[in-house]
């Protein structure tokens, strides 16, 4: 293991920030944000920042940043290997590169029919899956990207990036230092906080080798919502799945690669949400080591609600120990409200409500960022 801040000075989203400079003193800027080109069977790629889409929904990136040496990458049509990974950089400082498939908006190059950006708070669900193969003979991590931004930018640096470290081989570690463990997504996460000195990072370090993941994107938004990195007033730029290599790199590969966003009483557009068909009031009350929580739902619509399902996700440190008026269960993280027989039913402009008794881990008591009713997300008060 290397010095906690381990690279405090790493990239502005994968281009050096002196480098970026000297692109536009150059006038060629133009050249990192053209458009992608569609994918033909196993194309190569080795121009530094080449990219190309592929099932009309996706841009494959080369990315090579941090060394001179030769990159280069084979498309498929569902992802990408490694073909060459030549050179090395110290493994105290910033990778070679970061190639990679996203989804979103990466340096005013959007992939094709994206959504994105989108606020968070009008985003239901966002499903992705990825599937990697990793190599030994390297020294590199296999990483899942979040991006959140304040605005909803399609260039430059995000606010705040979300590292999701499925593999890690050779002594590299995350930016900044450990902060705890996280329950995410049906799994134990190590969690990393710091600054690169351009954006923040959060990063999920899983304990061993993940090879594929299907997941929630917003499991990991509401956890670092709920860290007070991120706010539900801000936009989901891009998801991307990659690998950052230090040393070599040939072979590894993304297999598959999937995202997308899905809206939840949002205009599915990027601009500011409209209401959904719910509202939610949370009420707490709280000492030592233990709490109470009353969760009050209003139906906003204009029909009724006939059986409800009810999502939030428990900030870290919190716990259920049991529950009225409705049937809790919790698994990894992630809860679920359903109701009894006498609260099933929700009239227009009328509410139900239940409540929780749980344990947290002292201070102040944080509440969920945000509850989704029948995959509606719901507005707070």
């Not at 450990?178 to 134990?188: L, P």
């Not at 990027?270 to 209401?275: A, C, L, R, S």
Request: charged share 15%.
């Amino acid at each position: 293991m290397t010095s906690p801040l381990r690279f405090p000075l790493r990239r502005l989203p994968r281009i050096r920030a002196a480098l970026l400079a000297l692109l536009m003193v150059a006038g060629v800027m133009t050249a990192l944000t053209a458009t992608a080109r569609p994918a033909h069977a196993d194309e190569r790629i080795c121009d530094q920042y080449g990219s190309t889409t592929i099932q009309g929904k996706y841009v494959v990136q080369n990315n090579r940043w941090g060394t001179s040496a030769t990159q280069c990458i084979d498309v498929t049509g569902t992802g990408f290997r490694l073909a060459q990974a030549d050179g090395s950089v110290p493994t105290n400082g910033a990778p070679k590169s970061y190639p990679s498939v996203y989804y979103g908006c990466h340096y005013t190059n959007c992939s094709p029919g994206t959504n994105l950006p989108m606020q968070v708070s009008s985003i239901g669900s966002a499903p992705s899956s990825v599937s990697y193969t990793y190599v030994n003979n390297a020294v590199y991590n296999a990483s899942y990207d979040i991006w959140l931004d304040p605005t909803p930018k399609r260039d430059g640096v995000n606010r705040t990036e979300i590292m999701i470290w499925l593999n890690r081989v050779g002594p590299i570690q995350p930016i900044g230092s450990r902060v705890g463990t996280a329950n995410v997504g049906g799994r134990s996460w190590e969690v990393w906080t710091g600054s690169n000195g351009s954006n923040d990072v959060i990063s999920f370090i899983a304990p061993s080798a993940i090879t594929s993941m299907s997941f929630d994107v917003m499991d990991f938004v509401d956890e670092t919502v709920a860290r007070g990195m991120a706010q539900r007033s801000w936009y989901l730029t891009s998801v991307q799945a990659g690998f950052e290599p230090w040393q070599n790199g040939a072979g590894l590969a993304v297999n598959s690669f999937s995202a997308s966003v899905n809206t939840g009483g949002g205009d599915g557009g990027g601009g500011e949400p409209v209401p959904g068909a719910c509202e939610v009031t949370y009420t707490t009350n709280s000492w030592s080591n233990g709490f109470t929580a009353d969760v009050r739902v209003r139906n906003t619509g204009s029909t009724a609600i006939n059986g409800w399902e009810m999502n939030f996700a428990l900030p870290a440190g919190q716990s259920i120990t049991s529950a009225w008026n409705a049937t809790v269960s919790s698994a990894g993280g992630t809860v679920t409200a359903r109701p009894v027989e006498h609260n099933r039913n929700i009239e227009p402009g009328g509410t139900q409500s239940f409540g929780f008794q749980g344990t947290h881990s002292g201070g102040t008591l944080a509440k969920p960022a945000r509850f989704t009713l029948n995959g509606t997300v719901c507005t707070v008060k």
